[in-house]
């Protein structure tokens, strides 16, 4: 029987299976609860359809490469972890997103080293317990997918699908849209993904950061919002 590969993704008999368990959506830490500025972008009305929210997802994916998954690229690529914690730090001006990021890192570390032995992820917790990191979901995944041995390009880009696919999730819920239309709206950005993958790779550490200012206000509205479902 053949196994089907899809295009573009490097199978590592090492690393797959740990990382496909670890960007479930069932993964428990907590990121259902976190839409990241998605629920403001709803109330609002700019995400309101299939088609304003392929605008959002392509515009999403477009920063990313410069914050989340550009930390993350630094990360698995061997970078001072301690150093691009500042700089996530730093770059996470809206509060939840910054209080978020935290949470997640906090659960994930905790679950992973329930599931193996990651040196790199514990002597990221170790900084982290000892305060000279404040601890940031994306710079862990960075340093599991090098603890794991995996692919940098393939798990990256993995990584980045599961970003992208939580806010199709969200929005499904929030607008409300067809399941269908999330999906054909997450198949439609998803083709970019390899491309903001090279961008990640290649981004210098004087452009991480650079975020979105859309996506920053709509999160620090986010805390003043009247009803809420998430807790960003």
């Keep these: 029987m053949r196994t089907l590969i899809p295009t573009g993704i490097t199978m590592n008999n090492t690393g797959l299976l740990p990382l496909m368990q670890a960007l479930d959506s069932l993964f428990p830490i907590g990121a ?50 301690a150093m691009l914690d500042q ?35 514990k002597s990221y917790s170790e900084s982290i317990s000892s305060g000279r990191c404040s601890g940031h979901h994306c710079i862990a995944m960075g340093l599991f997918i090098a603890d794991i041995v995996a692919d940098t390009g393939t798990a990256l880009q993995m990584y980045c699908y599961s970003l992208l696919s939580a806010m199709v999730n969200h929005a499904v819920k929030l607008v409300p849209l067809r399941q269908l239309d999330g999906q054909q709206a997450l198949s439609c950005a998803a083709k970019n993904i390899p491309d903001a993958v090279s961008k990640a790779l290649s981004v210098s550490d004087d452009e991480l950061g650079i975020n979105g200012f859309g996506f920053e206000l709509r999160s620090m509205e986010h805390e003043k919002l009247y009803s809420r479902i998430y807790i960003s």
């Design 32 to 81: 259902f609860t976190l839409s990241n500025g998605m629920e403001t972008y709803a109330q609002k009305g700019i995400v309101r359809d299939k088609e304003t929210l392929a605008e959002f997802l392509s515009a999403y994916l477009y920063a990313l490469p410069t914050s989340d998954l550009g930390f993350a690229a630094k990360a698995a690529s061997g970078e001072d972890p």
């Design 87 to 121: 700089l996530c730090t730093a770059s996470k001006s809206p509060f939840e997103l910054r209080n978020g990021s935290e949470k997640l890192c906090a659960r994930f570390i905790k679950a992973e080293s329930a599931l193996g032995d990651y040196p790199l992820l």
